[in-house]
């Protein structure tokens, strides 16, 4: 059992600006190697990176592995649907299981809260939360604030909308704390149904209008509806939904002309946002998912770094 404070990445709320800061300048060096034809570095070599998806992924998952071979690390990968748990394995007899076989770092999704730090109490191996349950998703957080710093130069000033099933989503949750940490302004647009409960302590405002704030934005950024949501109650129809906070043609016209559009993924095109809408070129979508790469390299590299300021090029150049 890890008996030692923790260097894991579990969550932004336990980061400072700084530390979002470091990763997003680190992350500048390894959006360049991403560029080059051999997109490759020695940094990590001799380590080893395992992926534990306990729910569904593919950005998610294809991002960290491919993170972390371009950085020249071993991977390894674990799927719950043809592991062990079904012979009635513990998660935590499959996490001490994969530590055994030598993984430095744990990269973790699993539909319930908590569980990423759980795991990282029950071992010596970096744990990274790819996601719990309706928690947190930090890395989600962290190349949206660097895809945002990308396109606007800084976060500082911009007002951010976040829009649809605030209620259930982690990376809402990740976004909001990180970005009012790099001084941007965000409001939550949602029919009261789907905010939280409570929203005492987030530094946000509240609109029920998507039409009354769409031409204030900079960003306007739509979350993911499931179609569980109407099971539950908690909205009439997607229908309904989509003519009340679907992003649209006719609703992308009232965005400045400079504002971004981003997404999560996977899109339900149709329903938060037409299929036109996520192929206009304020769309910076497919920005979110190339720099997913850039910045779990980072994260990687940090984590296991050598600790000091990491990014110089002898680092990742060296040790051919």
Known sequence: MNSTPSRSLLSIEGMTKSDIEEILDLTDT???????????????????????????????????????????????????????LSKGESIRDTVEVIEAYGADVLVVR???????QRIDN?????????????????TQALLDAYTLRKHKGSLNGLRIAIVGDIRHSRVARSDVLAFTMLGAEVVLVAPPTLLPPSLEGWPVT????LDEVLPTLDV???????NERI?????????EYTADYGL???????????ALICHPGPTNRG??????????????????????????????????????????????????
């Open 30 to 84: 390894f959006d360049e190697i991403g560029r080059r034809p051999i997109p490759k570095v020695p940094a990590l070599r001799g380590r080893t990176v395992a992926t534990l998806f306990f729910e569904n992924s593919t950005r998610t998952r294809l991002s960290f592995e491919t993170a972390a071979r371009r950085l020249s690390a071993d991977t390894m990968s674990f799927g719950a649907g043809s592991s062990s």
């Open 110 to 116: 699993h539909p319930a809260a908590g569980i990423a």
């Open 122 to 138: 029950w071992t010596d191996a970096l744990v990274v939360n790819a996601g719990d349950g309706c928690h947190e998703h930090p």
């Open 206 to 209: 509240i609109s029920y209008d």
């Open 220 to 226: 306007c950024y739509l979350l993911r509806m499931q």
């Open 231 to 239: 099971s539950e109650g908690l909205i009439p129809s997607v229908r």
């Open 248 to 258: 649209n043609i006719k609703r992308s016209a009232t965005l400045p002309k400079d």
């Open 271 to 320: 329903i938060e946002i037409e299929a036109a809408v996520a192929s206009d070129p304020r769309s910076v979508i497919l920005d979110q998912v190339s720099n997913g790469v850039s910045i779990r390299m980072a994260v990687l590299f940090l984590l296991l770094g050598s600790g000091r300021k990491l990014g110089a090029a002898s680092e990742l150049e060296g040790g051919q």
